[in-house]
């Protein structure tokens, strides 16, 4: 005889689902836009050069971790969708909550932390190396940066508290 079928979460629960995944989608959306507009155009005694986002390989590994990232919350907002409409859970999609949101979140997290470590260090390096005219324009550079970053890392907050959620159902699920 086949167990029967796992129940559907409360509806306060499934609003909380709902509601994280949209936050980390909101997230994501926001340092993307953010650290894919970065940059600035810096001058050093009468020569100027343009800085871009891109010219950091730490930056650039935050905007694949955002970008995947907003994939992965965007596939599981329509899940978390249709389980709100129907109350029905596929067995699979308590798979893809429990891996998805460990993998992506950590990703997330490592994206997270290469930004604040990055902005820091290049920040004071830069300061110490390069006579600049003005340090108005590397403090916006990497202010946007340290945005950046700390928007996912608010990401990541969310995709560990919804991995916590995906683990109790799965532990529910198979008991």
Do not use: E
């Amino acid at each position: 005889m086949a167990p029967p079928p796992p129940s559907p979460p409360p509806v306060s629960l499934k609003v909380l689902l709902l509601l994280l995944r949209v936050l980390t989608g909101v997230f994501l959306v926001i340092a993307l836009i953010i650290l894919s507009t970065n940059s600035v155009t810096i001058v050093s005694q009468g020569s100027a050069f343009k800085f871009h986002f891109k010219d950091v390989y730490a930056y650039r590994y935050m905007l694949s971790a955002a970008a995947i990232g907003l994939v992965y919350a965007v596939v599981q907002l329509f899940f978390t969708i249709s389980l709100f409409a129907t109350g029905i859970k596929d067995p699979f999609n308590y798979q893809l909550d429990f891996y998805g949101d460990k993998v992506i979140s950590y990703l997330v997290a490592t994206g997270s932390a290469a930004g604040f470590g990055v902005s820091k260090d290049l920040k004071d390096t830069f300061l110490a190396l390069v006579a600049l005219d003005s340090t108005d324009p590397v403090d916006t550079f990497f202010s946007r940066g340290y945005a950046s970053a700390s928007l996912l890392l608010f990401a990541f907050i969310c995709l560990a508290v919804l991995s916590v959620f995906s683990s109790l159902a799965v532990a529910k699920q198979f008991s």
